[in-house]
Protein backbone atom coordinates (compact mmCIF):
# COMPACT_ATOMS: atom_id res chain seq x y z
CA UNK A 1 0.00 0.00 0.00
CA UNK A 2 1.10 3.32 -0.58
CA UNK A 3 1.86 5.66 2.38
CA UNK A 4 4.09 7.90 3.80
CA UNK A 5 4.80 8.99 7.54
CA UNK A 6 5.73 11.63 9.47
CA UNK A 7 6.81 10.43 12.92
CA UNK A 8 6.59 13.85 14.51
CA UNK A 9 3.52 14.95 15.34
CA UNK A 10 4.72 18.31 16.86
CA UNK A 11 8.18 19.78 17.17
CA UNK A 12 8.91 22.78 19.33
CA UNK A 13 12.67 24.79 18.98
CA UNK A 14 13.62 27.71 20.05
CA UNK A 15 15.28 30.12 17.14
CA UNK A 16 18.65 29.07 15.97
CA UNK A 17 17.74 25.46 16.58
CA UNK A 18 18.90 22.95 14.08
CA UNK A 19 15.89 20.75 12.40
CA UNK A 20 15.53 17.87 11.27
CA UNK A 21 11.85 16.25 10.27
CA UNK A 22 11.39 12.69 9.91
CA UNK A 23 9.67 11.17 6.55
CA UNK A 24 9.09 7.33 5.17
CA UNK A 25 7.43 6.33 2.52
CA UNK A 26 6.02 2.78 0.94
CA UNK A 27 5.59 3.41 -2.43
CA UNK A 28 6.45 0.48 -5.69
CA UNK A 29 8.30 2.06 -8.02
CA UNK A 30 9.13 5.05 -9.23
CA UNK A 31 8.56 7.97 -6.46
CA UNK A 32 9.09 11.75 -6.27
CA UNK A 33 9.28 13.33 -3.28
CA UNK A 34 8.07 16.63 -2.09
CA UNK A 35 8.18 18.47 0.71
CA UNK A 36 5.36 21.48 1.55
CA UNK A 37 5.03 23.96 4.16
CA UNK A 38 1.50 25.54 5.21
CA UNK A 39 1.59 28.60 7.07
CA UNK A 40 -0.93 29.73 9.76
CA UNK A 41 -4.28 30.28 7.86
CA UNK A 42 -2.52 29.64 4.13
CA UNK A 43 -2.64 26.99 1.89
CA UNK A 44 0.37 24.63 1.01
CA UNK A 45 3.29 25.74 -0.65
CA UNK A 46 6.40 23.73 -2.39
CA UNK A 47 9.79 23.46 -0.24
CA UNK A 48 11.49 21.39 -1.86
CA UNK A 49 11.04 18.05 -4.35
CA UNK A 50 13.31 15.67 -5.49
CA UNK A 51 12.43 12.99 -8.94
CA UNK A 52 16.37 12.44 -9.89
CA UNK A 53 20.00 13.23 -9.66
CA UNK A 54 21.81 14.10 -6.46
CA UNK A 55 19.64 12.86 -3.36
CA UNK A 56 20.50 15.64 -1.22
CA UNK A 57 18.27 18.28 -2.57
CA UNK A 58 17.82 22.42 -1.62
CA UNK A 59 14.90 24.40 -1.19
CA UNK A 60 13.82 27.57 -0.54
CA UNK A 61 14.16 29.25 2.67
CA UNK A 62 17.14 27.48 3.64
CA UNK A 63 15.46 24.29 3.87
CA UNK A 64 17.22 21.03 2.44
CA UNK A 65 16.17 17.54 2.31
CA UNK A 66 17.94 13.86 1.84
CA UNK A 67 16.42 10.98 -0.06
CA UNK A 68 17.86 7.73 1.03
CA UNK A 69 16.60 4.86 -1.22
CA UNK A 70 17.50 2.25 1.40
CA UNK A 71 15.56 4.14 3.98
CA UNK A 72 12.85 4.63 2.30
CA UNK A 73 13.34 7.82 4.37
CA UNK A 74 13.10 11.85 2.96
CA UNK A 75 14.43 13.85 5.64
CA UNK A 76 13.63 17.40 5.94
CA UNK A 77 16.43 19.76 7.73
CA UNK A 78 17.31 23.20 8.58
CA UNK A 79 20.32 24.52 10.59
CA UNK A 80 19.01 27.47 11.88
CA UNK A 81 15.77 27.99 12.01
CA UNK A 82 13.40 31.15 12.78
CA UNK A 83 10.41 32.53 14.28
CA UNK A 84 9.22 32.52 11.04
CA UNK A 85 9.38 29.27 10.14
CA UNK A 86 6.54 27.94 12.41
CA UNK A 87 4.67 26.47 10.39
CA UNK A 88 2.86 22.39 9.50
CA UNK A 89 5.02 20.56 7.28
CA UNK A 90 4.00 17.70 5.05
CA UNK A 91 5.60 15.51 3.16
CA UNK A 92 4.35 13.57 0.05
CA UNK A 93 4.97 10.60 -2.39
CA UNK A 94 4.15 11.04 -6.01
CA UNK A 95 3.88 8.74 -9.06
CA UNK A 96 2.71 9.35 -12.48
CA UNK A 97 -0.85 11.04 -10.59
CA UNK A 98 -1.34 10.28 -7.23
CA UNK A 99 0.28 12.07 -4.79
CA UNK A 100 -0.25 10.62 -1.14
CA UNK A 101 0.60 13.15 1.97
CA UNK A 102 1.54 11.99 5.33
CA UNK A 103 -0.38 13.40 8.42
CA UNK A 104 2.07 16.67 9.30
CA UNK A 105 4.50 18.04 11.48
CA UNK A 106 3.72 21.29 13.44
CA UNK A 107 6.89 23.22 14.00
CA UNK A 108 6.66 25.98 16.34
CA UNK A 109 9.87 27.91 16.73
CA UNK A 110 9.97 30.03 20.02
CA UNK A 111 11.74 33.44 19.84
CA UNK B 1 -2.32 34.14 -13.30
CA UNK B 2 -4.74 33.36 -10.54
CA UNK B 3 -3.33 29.59 -10.25
CA UNK B 4 -6.16 27.46 -8.96
CA UNK B 5 -9.30 29.04 -6.98
CA UNK B 6 -11.69 27.72 -4.84
CA UNK B 7 -15.23 28.76 -3.83
CA UNK B 8 -16.89 29.56 -1.55
CA UNK B 9 -13.81 29.63 1.28
CA UNK B 10 -16.38 29.42 4.27
CA UNK B 11 -19.44 27.33 4.03
CA UNK B 12 -22.09 26.60 7.12
CA UNK B 13 -24.29 23.61 6.00
CA UNK B 14 -26.95 21.70 7.46
CA UNK B 15 -27.17 17.95 7.97
CA UNK B 16 -28.53 16.31 5.37
CA UNK B 17 -28.22 19.68 2.73
CA UNK B 18 -26.38 19.26 -0.88
CA UNK B 19 -23.74 21.52 -1.94
CA UNK B 20 -20.72 21.99 -4.62
CA UNK B 21 -17.34 23.44 -4.09
CA UNK B 22 -15.99 24.97 -6.57
CA UNK B 23 -12.56 24.26 -8.28
CA UNK B 24 -11.01 26.56 -11.54
CA UNK B 25 -7.49 26.42 -12.65
CA UNK B 26 -6.07 28.38 -15.63
CA UNK B 27 -2.32 26.64 -15.83
CA UNK B 28 -3.69 23.86 -18.34
CA UNK B 29 -3.01 21.51 -15.69
CA UNK B 30 -3.92 17.89 -17.02
CA UNK B 31 -3.72 16.41 -13.20
CA UNK B 32 -7.05 17.82 -10.62
CA UNK B 33 -7.26 17.06 -7.20
CA UNK B 34 -9.39 17.09 -4.14
CA UNK B 35 -8.41 16.65 -0.56
CA UNK B 36 -9.94 17.24 3.06
CA UNK B 37 -7.39 18.35 6.01
CA UNK B 38 -8.55 17.15 9.40
CA UNK B 39 -6.58 17.52 12.70
CA UNK B 40 -4.08 14.80 13.16
CA UNK B 41 -4.94 13.33 9.67
CA UNK B 42 -2.75 15.16 7.12
CA UNK B 43 -4.66 15.94 3.78
CA UNK B 44 -6.42 12.84 2.62
CA UNK B 45 -7.15 12.52 -1.11
CA UNK B 46 -10.81 11.94 -2.09
CA UNK B 47 -10.91 12.21 -5.86
CA UNK B 48 -8.36 12.91 -8.71
CA UNK B 49 -8.86 13.36 -12.57
CA UNK B 50 -6.66 13.20 -15.31
CA UNK B 51 -8.40 14.95 -17.60
CA UNK B 52 -11.54 16.09 -19.24
CA UNK B 53 -13.97 13.12 -18.77
CA UNK B 54 -11.71 10.93 -16.55
CA UNK B 55 -11.72 10.79 -13.07
CA UNK B 56 -11.02 8.38 -9.68
CA UNK B 57 -11.86 7.81 -6.40
CA UNK B 58 -8.76 8.14 -3.99
CA UNK B 59 -8.58 7.61 -0.04
CA UNK B 60 -11.76 8.62 1.35
CA UNK B 61 -14.49 9.12 -1.39
CA UNK B 62 -17.56 7.92 0.16
CA UNK B 63 -20.26 11.00 0.27
CA UNK B 64 -18.65 13.06 -2.54
CA UNK B 65 -19.33 13.33 -6.34
CA UNK B 66 -17.21 14.76 -9.32
CA UNK B 67 -16.82 15.38 -12.83
CA UNK B 68 -14.51 17.12 -15.08
CA UNK B 69 -16.59 18.10 -17.90
CA UNK B 70 -13.18 20.58 -18.69
CA UNK B 71 -9.68 20.91 -18.43
CA UNK B 72 -10.40 23.94 -16.10
CA UNK B 73 -13.09 22.87 -13.65
CA UNK B 74 -13.14 20.40 -11.33
CA UNK B 75 -16.07 20.74 -8.67
CA UNK B 76 -16.72 18.52 -5.61
CA UNK B 77 -20.15 17.79 -4.44
CA UNK B 78 -21.30 16.96 -1.23
CA UNK B 79 -24.33 14.74 -1.87
CA UNK B 80 -26.01 15.07 1.67
CA UNK B 81 -24.00 16.69 3.78
CA UNK B 82 -22.86 14.92 7.20
CA UNK B 83 -21.41 16.93 10.36
CA UNK B 84 -18.03 14.10 9.19
CA UNK B 85 -17.42 15.93 6.49
CA UNK B 86 -16.87 18.91 8.74
CA UNK B 87 -12.91 20.27 7.44
CA UNK B 88 -11.08 22.49 5.29
CA UNK B 89 -10.91 21.15 1.63
CA UNK B 90 -8.73 22.04 -0.85
CA UNK B 91 -8.30 21.90 -4.31
CA UNK B 92 -4.52 21.47 -6.46
CA UNK B 93 -3.78 20.77 -9.77
CA UNK B 94 -0.42 19.72 -11.71
CA UNK B 95 1.04 18.46 -14.84
CA UNK B 96 0.87 15.12 -15.35
CA UNK B 97 3.91 12.82 -15.22
CA UNK B 98 6.87 12.53 -12.97
CA UNK B 99 8.27 14.96 -10.77
CA UNK B 100 5.49 17.48 -11.32
CA UNK B 101 5.05 20.59 -8.55
CA UNK B 102 1.67 20.15 -7.66
CA UNK B 103 -0.57 23.56 -6.61
CA UNK B 104 -2.88 24.26 -4.03
CA UNK B 105 -5.90 26.39 -4.12
CA UNK B 106 -6.73 28.51 -1.00
CA UNK B 107 -9.39 25.96 0.69
CA UNK B 108 -12.70 25.53 1.71
CA UNK B 109 -13.96 25.88 5.28
CA UNK B 110 -16.82 23.42 5.90
CA UNK B 111 -19.00 23.18 8.47
CA UNK B 112 -22.16 20.76 8.56
CA UNK B 113 -23.89 21.29 12.04
Known amino acids: AQSVSQHNHHVILSEAASLELGCNYS??????LFWYVQYPGQHLQLLLK??????LVKGIKGFEAEFIKSKFSFNLRKPSVQWSDTAEYFC?????????FGTGTRLKVLA | NAGVTQTPKFQVLKTGQSMTLQCAQD?????MSWYRQDPGMGLRLIHY???????DQGEVPNGYNVSRSTTEDFPLRLLSAAPSQTSVYFC????????????FGEGSWLTVV
Open chain 2, 92 to 103: ASSYSGTGNTIY
Open chain 1, 92 to 100: AVSGTYKYI
Open chain 1, 50 to 55: YFSGDP
Open chain 2, 27 to 31: MNHEY
Open chain 2, 49 to 55: SVGAGIT
Open chain 1, 27 to 32: YGGTVN
